[in-house]
């Protein structure tokens, strides 16, 4: 189920979502290193809690594309390429992209919240955490119909959360408030009736 078999091409095109927002991210990244304006770059993206209430709002999206080291984003795409397409083949290109921003969106907006006035922070961390949410979400419906899944997932969901009160100088707020988001939408996604209409319209 998470084991990638497809060929570049083939990955490419059968989860083009995935994709973008992985060359999204290795661009960004790629770009903060040009002198000059990679510093720009940074600055103008990174998840300020003082600059948001000052009114750029669009700090609450652009920290998503942002990461603090190449092993900060290698992890992070690394998690997107192995759980995204299977999230993206069971949703859809539109609700997967709602899945990963709204719990993107949540991380950071919590993080405002609930964290002092000059923190910063920068990472994709909580729109993949919205992704663990929504394959809980999965397997609250399906339990028992998803053995495989179960053994996967909630290993990993334990873990995660587990490493992230663990790991200095991670964003905890941003993790739980993404998984809760994507756990949320999953409940709505993944609601027996809601699949079955998905059926009818295919």
């Given at each position: 189920?998470?084991?990638?078999?497809?060929?570049?091409?083939?990955?490419?095109?059968?989860?083009?979502?995935?994709?973008?927002?992985i060359?999204?991210?290795?661009l960004?990244?790629?770009?903060?290193?040009?002198?000059?304006?990679?510093?720009?770059?940074?600055?103008?993206?990174?998840?300020?809690?003082?600059?948001?209430?000052?009114?750029?709002?669009?700090?609450?999206?652009?920290?998503?594309?942002?990461?603090?080291?190449?092993?900060?984003?290698?992890?992070?795409?690394?998690?997107?390429?192995?759980?995204?397409?299977?999230?993206?083949?069971?949703?859809?290109?539109?609700?997967?992209?709602?899945?990963?921003?709204?719990?993107?969106?949540?991380?950071?907006?919590?993080?405002?919240?609930?964290?002092?006035?000059?923190?910063?922070?920068?990472?994709?961390?909580?729109?993949?955490?919205?992704?663990?949410?929504?394959?809980?979400?999965?397997?609250?419906?399906?339990?028992?119909?998803?053995?495989?899944?179960?053994q996967?997932?909630?290993?990993?969901?334990?873990?995660?959360?587990?490493?992230?009160?663990?790991?200095?100088?991670?964003?905890?707020?941003?993790?739980?408030?993404?998984?809760?988001?994507?756990?949320?939408?999953?409940?709505?996604?993944?609601?027996?009736?809601?699949?079955?209409?998905?059926?009818?319209?295919?």
């Amino acid at each position: 189920m998470f084991i990638r078999t497809e060929s570049f091409k083939q990955y490419l095109r059968l989860y083009p979502v995935v994709s973008t927002l992985i060359a999204l991210n290795l661009l960004v990244h790629v770009l903060t290193w040009v002198p000059i304006l990679g510093g720009q770059i940074f600055n103008f993206g990174v998840g300020s809690n003082y600059w948001i209430s000052e009114g750029e709002w669009w700090r609450l999206f652009t920290p998503m594309f942002l990461h603090g080291g190449i092993m900060h984003l290698l992890f992070n795409m690394f998690s997107l390429f192995l759980f995204g397409p299977e999230l993206e083949r069971l949703t859809g290109k539109v609700r997967f992209i709602t899945i990963y921003a709204v719990a993107g969106f949540a991380g950071t907006f919590a993080t405002y919240l609930l964290q002092p006035l000059d923190y910063l922070h920068v990472g994709a961390s909580g729109a993949i955490f919205g992704i663990f949410g929504a394959f809980g979400a999965l397997l609250y419906y399906g339990r028992r119909a998803l053995p495989q899944l179960r053994q996967i997932i909630l290993p990993i969901i334990v873990i995660s959360i587990i490493m992230t009160f663990l790991t200095p100088n991670v964003n905890a707020t941003a993790h739980i408030a993404g998984l809760i988001a994507g756990f949320l939408i999953g409940l709505s996604y993944f609601h027996p009736k809601r699949i079955i209409s998905w059926k009818k319209k295919r």
